[in-house]
């Protein structure tokens, strides 16, 4: 009798896994609260795939062998919880693709900042260098679509902490942990210990074969580094200190040193600048000579590399003022490499669903850099709670066209304007993109 697999919520990862899942021969549910997207829908329909949308039947689903909970269904859910009780195995939809991914090699990236550049700077080095690889997870296709409509031998996945809450065996070659800072604490009851071991669990199936490459500056890291490494090879990146093995920054100078391979390289010649993007840079640079790459390709990978769509992504230049957006940015980590890169005069456009912010972590660089902030969001009383007093100009803004007509309004000839939120876009907005897209818009009818 085939294995029947129930499928809840049908965005990309749900339908990529229906998809996967089909094709092996499961008997394929798949179940949607809300209506789904015409063009995954259009899908299902043409591959002739059950599915339900607006509601859940409790009786299809709990008939389930097996459930993949799509990264979006929260831990407290209901329906999540009677599955719980009734001990049907939960599994994410990396767990269900990673089954199936044959010799491939696996190259994961998680962390609460850089991980989507650092993933497109992974996957650009090994195009670069000729791989047969393809970028999925939270940027691009969902991993179990790739798995099923076209193989690699080379998946590089940008994995979030919600997608690795419900692994069993997955197991990437090499592991890349940018940073940990909180974030998403609401869909770990505030505490900021589950949402660490949660990150941290991206190497939990490593074994002395693996490679694990992390941030050695990173204080939360460093201090829950022991408690969660298991057999694998340590890495670190580092701007502090100069490493025997790994990746440091050293006078403008990159090294990075593996086994007996070592290669340098100016930081002068990255295509990114900023802080942030060094420390990315280290990282994709030394998972590229751990996979062997040659040096003279990861060179000119570096080189030709663009930043991303949405992050501290140039927007144009209007009468002397520079529009940079920067909606990516939904912590106030984020935020606060943004501004760490600033060189001029900055008005800041931020807000929206606050995720439990902590903006005193911002606060001395506001200071020396903001002349005016632009709240762009329904609720933006903890904005004006915190910085009231450290910025004179400030004001309300209920659009994008709105935020970018005052920002301009505030803005003088050499200044920035900066749309680096710090916070969910869902109170006006579809998502982050839809954000930086009104954003560019705006700017552009200025």
């Known amino acids: 009798?085939?294995?029947?697999?129930?499928?809840?919520?049908?965005?990309?990862?749900?339908?990529?896994?229906?998809?996967?899942?089909?094709?092996?021969?499961?008997?394929?549910?798949?179940?949607?609260?809300?209506?789904?997207?015409?063009?995954?829908?259009?899908?299902?329909?043409?591959?002739?795939?059950?599915?339900?949308?607006?509601?859940?039947?409790?009786?299809?689903?709990?008939?389930?062998?097996?459930?993949?909970?799509?990264?979006?269904?929260?831990?407290?859910?209901?329906?999540?919880?009677?599955?719980?009780?009734?001990?049907?195995?939960?599994?994410?939809?990396?767990?269900?693709?990673?089954?199936?991914?044959?010799?491939?090699?696996?190259?994961?990236?998680?962390?609460?900042?850089?991980?989507?550049?650092?993933?497109?700077?992974?996957?650009?080095?090994?195009?670069?260098?000729?791989?047969?690889?393809?970028?999925?997870?939270?940027?691009?296709?969902?991993?179990?679509?790739?798995?099923?409509?076209?193989?690699?031998?080379?998946?590089?996945?940008?994995?979030?902490?919600?997608?690795?809450?419900?692994?069993?065996?997955?197991?990437?070659?090499?592991?890349?942990?940018?940073?940990?800072?909180?974030?998403?604490?609401?869909?770990?009851?505030?505490?900021?210990?589950?949402?660490?071991?949660?990150?941290?669990?991206?190497?939990?199936?490593?074994?002395?074969?693996d490679v694990f490459i992390y941030n050695a500056d990173d204080e939360v890291t460093m201090k829950y580094l022991k408690q969660f490494l298991n057999n694998t090879n340590p890495l670190p990146t580092s701007m502090r200190n100069e490493l025997p093995q790994g990746a440091y920054i050293s006078n403008t100078e990159m090294h990075i040193k593996w086994q007996n391979e070592e290669m340098t390289m100016s930081v002068d010649d990255f295509a990114v600048k900023g802080k942030h993007n060094q420390y990315n840079t280290m990282a994709a640079g030394l998972s590229a000579v751990v996979m062997d790459i040659r040096k003279e390709k990861i060179r000119d990978a570096v080189q030709t590399f663009e930043s991303l769509e949405h992050r501290m992504e140039p927007v144009a230049t209007i009468k002397g003022v520079e529009f940079i957006n920067d909606s990516k940015a939904t912590n106030t980590n984020s935020t606060w490499f943004a501004l760490e890169s600033m060189t001029k005069p900055t008005i800041l456009i931020l807000g929206g669903i606050d995720k439990g912010n902590d903006y005193s972590f911002i606060k001395d660089l506001v200071k020396e850099k903001v002349k005016a902030i632009v709240c762009l969001g329904k609720d933006n009383r903890k904005i004006h709670e915190a910085f009231g007093n450290e910025v004179e100009l400030m004001v309300n803004t209920e659009s994008a066209k709105d935020a970018v007509q005052a920002a301009f309004h505030f803005a003088d000839k050499g200044d920035v304007v900066l749309l680096s939120p710090a916070c969910a876009s869902f109170d006006l907005f579809k998502n982050y993109e839809d954000r930086g897209k009104q954003f560019k818009d705006a700017v552009k009818d200025l």
Do not use: W
Request: glycine fraction near 6%; include cysteine.
């Open 1 to 209: 009798m085939k294995k029947k697999i129930v499928i809840l919520g049908a965005g990309e990862s749900g339908v990529g896994t229906a998809l996967l899942a089909q094709q092996k021969g499961y008997n394929v549910f798949v179940s949607d609260a809300s209506l789904i997207n015409f063009v995954f829908k259009k899908e299902l329909i043409e591959n002739k795939i059950d599915f339900e949308e607006g509601f859940h039947t409790k009786e299809k689903i709990f008939e389930g062998d097996v459930i993949m909970k799509s990264p979006g269904i929260a831990e407290k859910n209901e329906l999540v919880k009677e599955v719980r009780k009734r001990k049907i195995e939960i599994i994410s939809e990396i767990e269900f693709a990673y089954q199936f991914k044959s010799d491939s090699t696996i190259v994961a990236i998680t962390g609460s900042n850089g991980k989507t550049t650092t993933t497109a700077m992974i996957y650009h080095i090994c195009k670069q260098a000729g791989l047969d690889c393809a970028m999925v997870g939270n940027i691009g296709f969902s991993f179990a679509r790739q798995v099923a409509q076209e193989p690699k031998k080379v998946y590089v996945i940008e994995v979030s902490s919600f997608q690795l809450d419900d692994i069993k065996t997955f197991h990437p070659h090499i592991a890349v942990l940018t940073n940990i800072t909180e974030d998403h604490l609401d869909r770990y009851e505030y505490n900021f210990e589950n949402y660490i071991k949660s990150k941290f669990s991206i190497i939990k199936n490593q074994t002395k074969d």
